[in-house]
Antibody, heavy 113, light 112 residues
């Protein structure tokens, strides 16, 4: 069974950093591209970043370019999202997803002073 | 980016009623490899999204067959034939044909 388990969220002040992790199991992690999707409170789903199966290619939405970094450790079957210079508008539940078919339970990130 | 326009934004149905949700794309979702990467998700209250339909019309394993998907090119439809109480939530279409993948704005299904 495919499982994706996010961790690392919480409350952070504007301008600070936070790193999210997504532990994958139940499939060969190194064979699949992965992505982060977020959902602001009461809002819809919004793609954040994508990484290729081997980590060689990464893509970001414009509003997070230069601030967020997606990465992966295939040996650990883990996906990461390093978030720097956080803003209030980054407040959301962050999901890791494999191809929009499998989703984690999400982790809440609140950016507030 | 591809824009997916979902209608209606909200839907109120009685148990047993059949309903449809429309998803229209700003450009064709037919990939050069012949696949159309248009999927449907359901997000129940307080839960993460779950896949219902993939590649326009393929039912995800474990999803009841009262759900069905159809369409091609730029126009797609999700149909629920006989709504049940557990179907309440927000339905999203999502496209993966053109990078970056994008989501519709969602259709909230309420049970009368």
């Amino acid at each position: 069974e495919v499982q994706l388990v996010e961790s690392g969220g919480g409350l952070v002040q504007p301008g600070r950093s936070m790193k999210l992790s997504c532990a994958a199991s139940g499939f060969t992690f190194s064979n699949y591209g992965m992505a982060w999707v977020r959902q602001a409170p009461t809002k819809g789903l919004e793609w954040v970043a994508t990484i290729s199966y081997d980590g060689s290619s990464t893509y970001y939405r414009d509003s997070v370019k230069g601030r967020f970094t997606i990465s992966r450790d295939n040996a650990k079957s883990t996906l990461y999202l390093q978030m720097n210079s956080l803003r209030s508008e980054d407040t959301a539940t962050y999901y890791c997803t494999r191809g929009n078919c499998y989703w984690g339970q999400g982790v809440m990130v609140t950016v507030s002073s | 980016d591809v824009v997916l326009t979902q209608t209606p934004p909200t839907l109120s149905a009685t148990i047993g009623q059949s309903v449809s949700i429309s998803c229209r794309s700003s450009q064709s979702l037919l990939h050069s490899n012949g696949n159309t990467y248009l999927h449907w998700l359901l997000q129940r209250p307080g839960q993460s999204p779950q896949l219902l339909i993939y590649l326009v019309s393929r039912l995800e394993s474990g999803v009841p067959n009262r759900f069905s998907g159809s369409g091609s090119g730029t126009d797609f439809t999700l149909k629920i034939s006989g709504v049940e109480a557990e179907d309440l939530g927000v339905y999203y279409c999502v496209q993966g044909t053109h990078a970056p993948f994008t989501f519709g704005s969602g259709t909230k299904l309420e049970i009368k």
